[in-house]
């Protein structure tokens, strides 16, 4: 499965999982490779994406165990969620109306945690120049990274890449509307654009 830039932060989003945890919801879970983590880890985990190629994939990839995982080919807007130890969102959130934080927020048992991996469009000058000079010739070279361990290991994957979408808030759209909707959250701000919502349910 390529590497992502997404995969860099699964260590950080699992140091996350509260203690005794047993039950997680992974929203957008694209080819799965964090379910299975969470799965590696021992929890329970619904995986959760609509783009059913996708989820075909993951599937086949099976579950490492010791927990379960069940695919569920569902759009996060529409589905009856259950409660869950833990809910992540590794840059899914972007694909659907931000307020569908509360419903997941309304889905955690209490003591539970949801994290969100998020993407958020650049708006100050400094973050346009990132945007424009930094990220091209490092695009390029992740590119050319992947393209050259493809080749080592046999060819190009032909299963297909999650979907994208733009992302359409801004940093300071993502504080204020998360500071309305989660009491108790933080938003961080990791590398360029991407950042991290934690929100702890009491
Ligand atoms: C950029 S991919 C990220 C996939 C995966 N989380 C990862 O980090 O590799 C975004 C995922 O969100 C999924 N997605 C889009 N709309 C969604 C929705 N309404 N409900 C749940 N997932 C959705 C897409 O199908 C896609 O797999």
Known sequence: MPFNHNHHYHPLL????PEGAKTALD???????FARRLASG?????????AG???????ALGSPGPGRITYRHEDVTRAALGTYDFISAIAS????????????????????????LGLAKPRSVPELVKWEIVSPPLNL???????????????R???PG??????????????????????GRTVRTLFFWRYLLICRRD
């Open 14 to 17: 699992l140091r996350q999982v």
């Open 27 to 33: 929203v957008g879970c694209g080819t799965g490779l």
């Open 42 to 50: 021992g929890l329970d985990v619904d995986a959760m994406d609509p």
């Open 53 to 59: 190629d996708v989820l075909e994939v993951a599937r």
């Open 93 to 116: 959130i972007h694909h659907v109306p931000f307020e569908t934080v509360t419903a997941l927020w309304k889905a955690l048992a209490p003591g539970g945690v949801l994290v969100i």
């Open 141 to 155: 070279a992740a590119r050319i990274a992947v393209a050259v361990g493809e080749r080592l290991n046999g060819g």
């Open 157 to 159: 994957d032909p299963a």
């Open 162 to 183: 999650p979907p994208v979408a733009d992302w359409k808030m801004t940093m300071p759209q993502v504080r204020r509307e998360s500071a309305s909707l989660l009491p």
